[in-house]
T-cell receptor, first 113, second 114 residues
């Protein structure tokens, strides 16, 4: 019940295309859903996050779509760029965004120039 | 601002050796935590702290100890290293509960146990 399932494991997208990464969870107590971006040799960096009281959040080219009834959320990267090539992790936590995150297994995105 | 600083960046240990991974943050964050990252498994929580003097176990605590004597520092100790502890370790800090701000991660320590 504590798992966060992430797909796909890897993704190749052409420059200018849309990248979509999906996550699903079981624990209905989760109330904070961040996405992290990680470049090789670096620590994860917070990209965007959402709470379950909204169905969508957009920041620049990055959008989170959230479906509370289906217990699923996804990251959409519009106009994907080669600089977006990285590993993306979804995560979930309960208690108003605490330190105890459950992470997905990651998606390695490659954007072709 | 340095953010979250981890040392060392790389370490090779022999089985049975002990060592301490250092983590320091200069953002006056309440919460600090340690994760390990293994291929295909995402990040898993080892130990966490909600303030100086308070620590608790995460998902995979066995073989690790922590302490938090100051707000800034949160060292992770490996008592007797095992090959299964070969991993990349990340320290993270966060301002506090329900702040709407996610965790800040350090650059990681790549540990190999032979």
């Amino acid at each position: 019940q504590q798992q966060v399932k992430q797909s796909p494991q890897s993704l190749i997208v052409q420059k200018g295309g849309i990248s979509i990464i999906n996550c699903a969870y079981e624990n209905t107590a989760f109330d904070y859903f961040p996405w992290y971006q990680q470049f090789p040799g670096k620590g994860p960096a917070l990209l965007i996050a959402i709470r379950p009281d909204v169905s969508e959040k957009k920041e620049g080219r990055f959008t989170i779509s959230f479906n509370k009834s289906a217990k699923q959320f996804s990251l959409h990267i519009m106009d994907s760029q080669p600089g977006d090539s990285a590993t993306y992790f979804c995560a979930a936590s309960s208690g108003g965004g605490t330190y105890k995150y459950i992470f997905g297994t990651g998606t390695r995105l490659k954007v072709l120039a | 601002n340095a953010g979250v600083t981890q040392t060392p960046k790389f370490q090779v240990l022999k089985t049975g050796q002990s060592m301490t991974l250092q983590c320091a943050q200069d953002m006056n964050h309440e919460y600090m935590s340690w994760y390990r990252q293994d291929p295909g498994m995402g990040l898993r929580l080892i130990h966490y702290s909600v303030g100086a003097g308070i620590t608790d176990q995460g998902e995979v605590p066995n073989g690790y100890n922590v302490s938090r004597s100051t707000t800034e520092d949160f060292p992770l100790r490996l008592l007797s290293a095992a090959p299964s502890q070969t991993s990349v370790y990340f320290c993270a800090s966060q301002p506090g509960h329900n702040t709407g701000v996610g965790a800040f991660f350090g650059q990681g320590t790549r540990l190999t146990v032979v």
